[in-house]
C-alpha cells in the first residue's frame, strides 16, 4: 500500500541555518504531496503542496520539489528563524485509491535556537 | 477561512467511562476524518465520513465508534475509555471531487488522558 517515509527527528539547528527534511513516499498511482505544520498545542496546518511531478510548492520561504523518479518530497528552507520550531509532517493523497485519505509521515521535530 | 472546531482542548476520563470528542466544521465539506496523534507512530486514522449517516473505517477503529447525524458535525466515541487511548484526538475536513489535492483542514485537537 501506500506509504510516506520522513526523516527521524529531532532536527536542531541554530536561527539562519539551512534546512532540509527528508520525505520519501511509495504509492501505486499519481499522489498529490503535501507538507503540513504543527506547533506546539496546535493542529496541524497545511504549508505547501504539489499535484504533479515536477511541481514546486512554497510558502513562508519554505519550498519542495515533486520528484518522481526518485519518489521524494524534500522539505527545504534557506534560513530558519525561532519561529519555525514546529512538527513537520509529510503527507500524501492518492486519489487513485478510490478515497480521500491521507498517509502521513511519523514527523520531524525542528527545533531552531537562538 | 474553513474553520473546524472540537469542542475541547483537554479531557481527562476515567477508565470505563463513555466518552464523546465532537468536531464541527464550517464550509460545508462533504469529508470529515478522526485521527489519533502519538509520538514515533505520527497520525493514525480511526474513522472518516463522505457524507451524513456513513461511516468507513480506518486503519485503527478498534475501540471506537462515530456518528455523523449532521453535514457539519463528526463525533468520534469511545464506548469504554481506556489508558491505551490516551492520545491527542485531530479532527479534519475536506471537500469532495478532486479536491484531494486542497489538503485537509484541522481542528486544534482535543488531548485525552484516561486515568
Known sequence: ?114 | DVKVTQSSRYLVKRTGEKVFLECVQDMDHENMFWYRQDPGLGLRLIYFSYDVKMKEKGDIPEGYSVSREKKERFSLILESASTNQTSMYLCASSSLGDRPSYGYTFGSGTRLTVV
Open chain 1, 1 to 114: 500500500g501506500d506509504s510516506v517515509t520522513q526523516m527521524e527527528g529531532p532536527v536542531t539547528l541554530s536561527e539562519e541555518a539551512f534546512l532540509t527534511i527528508n520525505c520519501t513516499y511509495t504509492a501505486t498511482g499519481y499522489p498529490s504531496l503535501f507538507w503540513y505544520v504543527q506547533y506546539p498545542g496546535e493542529g496541524l496546518q497545511l504549508l505547501l503542496k504539489a499535484t504533479k511531478a515536477d511541481d514546486k510548492g512554497s510558502n513562508k520561504g519554505f519550498e519542495a520539489t515533486y520528484r518522481k523518479e526518485t519518489t521524494s518530497f524534500h522539505l527545504e528552507k534557506g534560513s530558519v528563524q525561532v519561529s519555525d520550531s514546529a512538527v513537520y509532517f509529510c503527507a500524501l493523497s492518492d486519489p487513485t485509491s478510490g478515497t480521500y485519505k491521507y498517509i502521513f509521515g511519523t514527523g520531524t521535530r525542528l527545533k531552531v535556537l537562538a
